[in-house]
């Protein structure tokens, strides 16, 4: 595994789109709160712009991942692989493992452009502390979004598909995720306006769609159990339950790629 992961790694340096990826990771870092500085200046802290690459690197995943691996299919590499005696478990590890590389690579790339650039113009973060923890959560779940897009990219034949495949796949979580999150920012009661007497009159009516007490821990779960519902909490600083998320991405990291191993060393490579 080894030699593949070195190889892998090899293939990375000289790939175009990878320093492509990762430049536009570094700029949108260093834009973020130049913006801000303009449009706000010292109004709003570090923390409020720290975490929107949470949301960025995984749709940029979504396109990067397959490009760059699904080249393995049509030019016979992973055949050439396989010829020389590598087992299939080991030919998708050692791709999980770059992909999480990679991952890392962009989100290092955005933060210390948006630490660089953030921290004259912005001030310190507020919290580093929970900022911390945010940052190395938010790289489990970035791994949470490779071992999803690897399970597509290593068993999809063709790169069209599998880029097309994993993009839809990203916008059906971030529809789910916001399905959620709406339902969870329901207010209780919500005003409503009546004409009495020629004079416009307005009274608090409760929700309907309000999720009780009783009912929120499930949609919380549903929420941190979605990478893009992660990433909402990360952006909006509301990370309430970072055990619960933490184990969330590595149940999704050891589902995926249980099912990615098993589906691919079933596949016909021929």
């Known amino acids: 595994m080894t030699n593949l992961l070195s190889a892998a790694l090899f293939r990375l340096k000289k790939s175009r789109l990878f320093w492509c990826a990762l430049l536009l990771c570094a700029a949108a870092g260093a834009w973020q709160p130049y913006q801000t500085h303009l449009e706000f200046e010292r109004r709003f802290p570090l923390d409020s712009v720290f975490f929107v690459y949470a ?26 692989k396989l010829a020389t005696g590598h087992a299939r478990l080991s030919i998708y590890l050692s791709s999980l493992t770059v992909s999480i590389l990679s991952a890392f690579l962009f989100c290092g790339g955005y933060i210390l452009c948006t630490l660089a650039v953030g921290v004259p113009l912005l001030g310190q973060p507020k919290a580093p502390g929970p900022l911390l923890i945010s940052v190395l959560l938010s790289l489990l779940m970035e791994a949470a979004w490779c071992s999803i897009f690897t399970l597509f990219t290593m068993n999809f034949s063709r790169k069209a598909a599998s880029a097309v495949s994993c993009i839809l796949l990203f916008l059906a979580i971030f529809a789910a995720a916001m399905t959620v999150y709406q339902v ?17 009159v307005s009274e608090m009516v409760r929700n309907p769609n309000y999720i009780t007490e009783e ?7 549903l929420l941190d159990l979605n990478p893009v519902g992660q990433a909402v909490q990360y952006t909006d600083g509301t990370v309430t339950r970072p055990l619960q998320m933490a184990l969330c991405s590595l149940g999704i990291i050891a589902g995926t790629t249980v ?11 021929k």
């Open 259 to 269: 099912a990615g191993v098993l589906l691919f060393k079933q596949k016909d490579l």
């Open 184 to 200: 969870l920012e329901a207010p209780e009661f919500y005003p409503s306006f009546q004409l009495v007497n020629g004079e416009m």
């Open 215 to 221: 009912r929120r821990p499930f949609y919380q779960f």
């Open 55 to 80: 949301m960025l690197i995984g749709l940029l995943l979504a396109v990067f991942l397959p490009l760059f691996f699904g080249v393995e299919y049509s030019d016979g590499t992973l055949r050439n």
